[in-house]
């Protein structure tokens, strides 16, 4: 039933909806958004971006639209359960295709035929093909490690990025791998640094809390793990014209953030290395390093400004998920106000609200 589903009136929006699939039969278009995890990323977008363009396909069992996760469509199965197994396909699909999907293995004879049988038989000279056995290959073997982790629409576009790592290590990551949404996560445990980690069984510092990044007896940051963590988190791209020299520069202002300023933040990021280290690279980003030495470090002359952004971003509803993009929008947003006015009309803007 999911299946028809999918093959029929989901993939018809699609082919209307999604570049990659215009023009294409509905066989053909489902064949290449289930062969594509970027064709399928874009698919599952669409379905969060604009659901109403599903409207009248993804309906629950009264026939009304459904949008939500947890609600159990026409078919039996939750939209949430779909799109699991819809990923589950997918990814089986990659693997096989990438690293093979079953083999073929000659079943080894039990006892050799003697001469006098095979010439009672009439085999002489037209010997049967070996028996053979169906096994699976490392695409198999890999997909069956990470099924029980391949439950959500957004790791449609890591499948890549899985194929990468071996089935023992899939199984060693375990619910880890759902810690993880991002390429950049992955692509820091498929380097260099990262496999040495895998090899010896470690998690990415950039999992870890915030704390770590505390020097031992002082409550300020430490430069080098803060570097280390730039580059798995690949934030270069938060900062323009950011070769390595210019990096090291910012991580060096960013890491001499004030005490006073890293005991506001680390209790409303709840430690979480990825939101603190990011919101104060963007911090950086937004003001320039000017306004960051006197808002955000030791000596600071408008170390309140901090004090009232960090209050704002407070305020400002749920935290973002740890993806960079969602961190860069909601981060930036507390800034943006701010950027580009004059020094006087900065504080204005910057003043905390007042009731009445």
């Not at 819809?86 to 079953?102: C, D, I, M, S, Y």
Request: charged share 25%.
């Amino acid at each position: 039933m999911v299946e028809q589903g999918l093959r029929a009136g989901v993939i018809d929006v699609l082919r209307v909806e999604i570049a990659a699939l215009r023009g294409k039969g509905r066989k053909a278009a489902y064949d290449a958004a289930m062969n594509d995890p970027a064709i399928l990323h874009d698919c599952f977008a669409l379905l969060r971006a604009r659901p109403e363009l599903f409207a009248s396909v993804v309906v629950d069992e009264a026939g009304q639209p459904a949008a939500a996760d947890d609600i159990v469509l026409r078919c039996g199965a939750t939209l949430g359960q779909c799109k699991s197994m819809v990923v589950r396909a997918a990814g089986r699909r990659h693997f096989h295709r990438k690293l093979g999907g079953f083999r073929k293995i000659a079943i080894p004879s039990r006892k050799p035929r003697s001469l006098l049988s095979v010439l009672s038989l009439g085999l002489l000279g037209h010997q049967p093909p070996p028996a053979t056995r169906r096994v699976p290959a490392r695409g198999e073997i890999l997909y069956r490690a990470f099924r029980e982790y391949l439950r959500f629409d957004w790791q449609a576009r890591l499948l890549t990025h899985y194929s990468e790592f071996s089935p023992e290590e899939a199984k060693r990551l375990g619910p880890t791998i759902l810690e993880m949404r991002e390429p950049w996560e992955l692509r820091a445990l498929t380097g260099k640094d990262g496999q040495q980690m895998r090899a010896e069984g470690g998690r990415p510092i950039f999992l870890d809390s915030a704390l770590r990044l505390m020097q031992a007896n002082n409550d300020s940051i430490d430069a080098e793990i803060l570097w280390t963590v730039s580059q798995q988190m690949e934030l270069s791209r938060l900062i323009p014209n950011a070769d390595q020299g210019r990096m090291r520069k910012v991580v060096s202002l960013v890491a001499a953030t004030s005490k006073f300023a890293i005991s506001q933040l680390l209790p409303l990021l709840g430690a979480d290395m990825r939101l603190f280290v990011t919101f104060l690279f963007v911090a950086f980003a937004r003001l320039g390093e000017g306004e960051f030495r006197k808002c955000f470090m030791e000596g600071g002359e408008n170390q309140w400004m901090a004090k009232v952004l960090i209050d704002r971003l407070a305020d400002g509803g749920p935290l973002p998920s740890p993806s960079v993009e969602e961190m860069e929008a909601a981060f930036g947003a507390v800034f943006d106000r701010a950027a580009g006015l004059p020094a006087g009309d900065r504080r204005t803007v910057l003043q905390p609200a007042t009731s009445g």
